[in-house]
Each structure stands twice: as C-alpha cells, then as structure tokens.
C-alpha cells in the first residue's frame, strides 16, 4: 500500500482504504467504495494511548473503528480484525472478509489508522506534530485496542473474569504488512493473520516495480507505453504548459512531479485489475499511427480521473506542504511514513524503463526534503532489521499476492509451513485479489471472483486461505479453552 504506487494501495482502495487503507499507487492502496458496498458506517470511538514508548506522556486522543457483530456466533465466535491503512477509514467494506465472517460466525471489527482519516491525534500536521506518526505506535495502537475491545465485548455479552474470543487480523497492502508485523511482535494476541499484498520489506530504490510493469502490460503496450513516455519528456521540453493542460496537470510545476504523476497513472490500471483499459488502446493507437500522448492523456482523463477518482492535486507539491487536517491529508502523512520508514521509491530501471529516468532516488530525496527538512531520510534498513523484511520469522501468517501487481516485490513470494504464501495468477489480478476479486477497485461485492479471467486461480488460493484458518483457529480455541 498506494508512493504510488506511493503513489500506494486509497486501496484499496485503501484496503487497500477501502477501508483498509491505501489511493494513488502514489500511497498503496486506492479509492473509497460507495456507501451502498459497506457491512456498517456506524462510527465508533476509542480513546488512544498518543506515545506507547514513553512512561512520562499520558496523552490520548480520539481514534475511530466500527464494529459489525450479525454473524457473531455469541458467545465464543471469533472476532476479525481488518486494519485500516494510510487512508480515511469509512466503514466496514464488503468485500471477501464478510463470507468469511459468515463462514467462521464471526464479528468484524476495523481501527482506523492513526492521524488518517479522523483519528487525528493534532489540528496540524505540521512536522513537530507527526512524530508519532509509525508503524510501530501504530502495531501498539492495535494492541491496545484489542485488549479495551475483548474487555467490551465480556461486558456486552454479561461474561465475568478473564475471557478472550480467538482473533484473527487481516490487512491489505500496507495494513497487509501491519497484519503480518502484528502477529510477529504479538503473536499471544491473535491466532494467525492474513497479509494480503503485504508490503513488509521496506525498499529504498525499487526499480522491480517498474519491471513488474512492463511485465504485466506484455510486448506491445510496454512498446507503446515506453514511446509515449519519451513523446511526454519531449513535449515538456517544446510545449510545457500546453502538454500538462492536456492531461489537465497544470498545477504540477515541477516537472519530476508531473512525470511521476504519468508513470502513477498506468501504474493505476495493473495495480487494480484493469489492465485493458489502458493496453487496447494504446496498442491500437500505436499500431493506427495515432497520437500516442493523446491516447493517454484521454485514459487518464475518462479513467484515472473519470472513473478511479485520481487527481493531479495529489502530486502537487503545494498540496503536500499543506500542513491543515482536510479529507485529502492522507497525501502528506503517507509521504512522512515513505520518508521516515519504507521509501519505495520507485526509480526508473537503468534499462529499458517505461517511466522517465527522471523519476529517480534524487527526485525523491529532493521531494521528502521539501516536505520535512533537510534531516528526514527514511531509515530502511533499520524497519528491516526490526520486522525482518521478506525474511521475517513469525508463524502463523498467510501471504497472498496477485501475478500482475508490482507491489508483491516488496512482499514476501517465497512459502514455508509457518508462513504460506500463495500467487493468485490471473491476467486482470492485482493489489489484493484474493479479498477484493476482480478488478480489485471499484469494489466488488464480497470479492466475487466471477470478472478474473481465472476465477478458478483466485478460489483456490481462497480454499487454501480458509482451510490455515480453520486449523489455527481451532488450535487457538484448544488453548483458549484449556486456560479458562
């Protein structure tokens, strides 16, 4: 989850925010389902512990969750615990978590991600103020909240003395690693976790996702895709104004934000499942002869505008200095945490690139230090070293990536009996498939599979995911008992 892409990812829709956290691949995730597509928008609030890591700073603040309990099997059913990424969390999505509520008679609760959306611990993100902004504090956050929420629950149920439902948390692309880190560093805490598109290895320069690009658009589009991009370079240089007009980016004046912005938007259609939106016509366009920037520019505008909700605003620098809280702050508080913590940066590859070379390690250094000041580095090797990157050594934690997603580099592709991993290959499955379904925004009721091109891939990988379930929850349910 969406620097686009980290532009993560809202994903997935945030989960991806949907709900769970990621828009622009610029974040990880992407776009906010309707309304209609949530279990429950009834908000609920929890005060939060501000600073987990200090004995002297009682501070709280006000974090939002929700809570959809019409499959709990009262009163021993398990509770699902779906994180909310670097977006606005706006209710319980429906999507494949509520069959597998269903399934398991299982409540569903979700804990927004602090300072996005409003669970704000300040009225300004000035930099002072996002100190507390990790995911570290965030990892405590959950913890805390499991703990104040089972303690609800006994209440709500009429239940004395210590008892605990089994847990189980699930996230998505960047919540898909705060899931995995979860289990890692409070393995007493929940029975297992599902690490959709986790993203648990922080990478400083990550040339692999362009690659993954270019492998998931095929021989022709990349040859398109790679021509427009160099037509794009050459028109900043004969026409600047008139070419951003075209791809109505004007606010962009730096151009290493525009380029970025191009490259995030056909990041856009592999990420989320939608491959042919952009591939037919930018292969019929080259082959006619036609305008290939025009070509593009009209994908961006009729769908990463039109459809997907992406703006330019997002890469405006302007817009990312701005330190008010607003619905669209999400920007600037996943630039801090891909600053301070993960990078991502996606850099142009040395060779046969499709983004512009311009998009490189020193665009975005130059960007966070504009952002935060001169000393802000994101100190990758340090979250590595404390979750342990794709080699991390927890159990009990599945992992699942779609074939066409450039963000499953960052995740952990290799299995083992303690840590499943799964690929769920299809032509159209991306950033969350196995949750989301197909294309993986704009949301899917309950994650149907029926739209992949393989429906078959993305339900075998969900058996296996409801088959680990069911044997660590039971396990869980052994030890649970055998404590009371």
């Known amino acids: 989850m969406a620097t686009a892409a980290i532009g993560f990812l809202m994903f997935f829709l945030s989960y991806f925010s949907l709900s769970h956290g990621l828009v622009q691949p610029r974040r990880i995730s992407h776009g906010l389902s309707e309304s209609g597509k949530y279990l429950t928008r009834d908000e609920l609030w929890f005060n939060q512990t501000l600073?987990?890591?200090?004995?002297?700073?009682?501070?709280?603040?006000?974090?939002?969750?929700?809570?959809?309990?019409?499959?709990?099997?009262?009163?021993?059913?398990?509770?699902?615990?779906?994180?909310?990424g670097e977006g606005p969390c706006n209710g319980i999505p429906n999507d494949y978590i509520s069959v597998l509520a269903k399934k398991f008679e299982a409540g569903v609760v979700s804990l927004e991600h602090r300072y996005y959306g409003k669970s704000s611990p300040f009225n300004s993100l000035a930099i002072e103020n996002l100190k507390y902004l990790s995911s570290k504090q965030a990892l405590s956050d959950l913890a805390a909240f499991r703990g104040y929420y089972q303690e609800f629950l006994n209440v709500k149920l009429n239940r004395t003395g210590k008892v605990d439902n089994p847990w189980f948390f699930f996230g998505a692309s960047y919540s898909g690693a705060l899931s995995a880190w979860f289990r890692l560093k409070f393995p007493h805490l929940t029975c297992g976790s599902l690490a959709s598109s986790a993203v648990v290895r922080a990478v400083y320069e990550f040339p692999e996702f362009?690659?993954?690009?270019?492998?998931?658009?095929?021989?022709?589009?990349?040859?398109?895709?790679?021509?427009?991009?160099?037509l794009v370079e050459l028109g900043l240089k004969v026409n600047n104004k008139a070419l951003k007009a075209l791809f109505n980016a004007t606010e962009?004046?730096?151009?290493?934000?525009?380029?970025?912005?191009?490259?995030?938007?056909?990041?856009?259609?592999?990420?989320?499942?939608?491959?042919?939106?952009?591939?037919?016509?930018?292969?019929?366009?080259?082959?006619?002869g036609a305008d290939l920037v025009e070509?593009?520019?009209k994908y961006v505008r009729e769908y990463c505008f039109g459809v997907f909700g992406l703006s330019a605003k997002t890469y405006s620098r302007k817009h990312l200095l701005d330190t008010a809280i607003t619905p669209e702050s999400s920007d600037r508080l996943w630039w801090f945490q891909v600053c301070t913590e993960v990078a991502y940066f996606q850099v142009a590859p040395a060779n046969d690139s499709i983004r512009s070379h311009q998009v490189n390690t020193e665009y975005h250094l130059d960007l966070c230090k504009t952002l935060f000041g001169k000393g802000v580095y994101p100190e990758?090797?340090?979250?590595?070293?404390?979750?342990?990157?794709?080699?991390i050594a927890g159990t009990k934690i599945i992992f699942t990536n779609g074939s066409q997603d450039p963000w499953r580099h960052a995740s952990k592709q290799t299995s083992s009996p303690d840590l499943p991993s799964y690929i769920v290959t299809c032509h159209n499955c991306g950033h969350g498939s196995d949750l989301r379904g197909c294309p993986q925004s704009p949301l899917i009721i309950e994650g149907d599979s029926k739209n992949c091109s393989s429906p078959d891939a993305v339900n075998k990988v969900r058996q296996r995911i409801v088959e680990h379930m069911d044997l660590w929850l039971s396990e869980c349910r052994g030890v649970l008992r055998s404590s009371i």
Do not use: W
């Not at 492998?215 to 790679?226: F, R, V, W």
């Not at 990758?380 to 080699?391: C, F, H, K, S």
């Open 295 to 297: 070509a593009y520019a």
């Open 252 to 288: 962009l004046d730096v151009d290493g934000d525009f380029l970025y912005f191009v490259a995030d938007a056909q990041v856009m259609a592999f990420q989320y499942g939608n491959p042919d939106k952009l591939c037919v016509p930018m292969v019929e366009a080259k082959k006619n």
């Open 210 to 230: 362009d690659q993954q690009i270019g492998e998931s658009a095929g021989p022709e589009c990349k040859a398109a895709l790679q021509e427009t991009n160099k």
């Open 380 to 391: 990758v090797d340090a979250t590595n070293l404390y979750y342990g990157g794709d080699r």
């Open 51 to 84: 600073d987990h890591f200090s004995p002297y700073d009682h501070r709280r603040f006000r974090q939002r969750y929700y809570e959809y309990l019409d499959h709990l099997r009262v009163p021993d059913g398990p509770i699902f615990l779906m994180i909310c």
